[in-house]
């Protein structure tokens, strides 16, 4: 998985239960 997701793919990430780490801090 790439780093550089988008937020929608971040919060579907959330949910599987991925560490938040997987975003970039910037997108938040």
Known sequence: ???????????????MGEPLMVWPTSSM
């Open 1 to 15: 998985m790439t780093r550089e997701v988008a937020p929608e793919t971040s919060l579907k990430v959330l949910q």
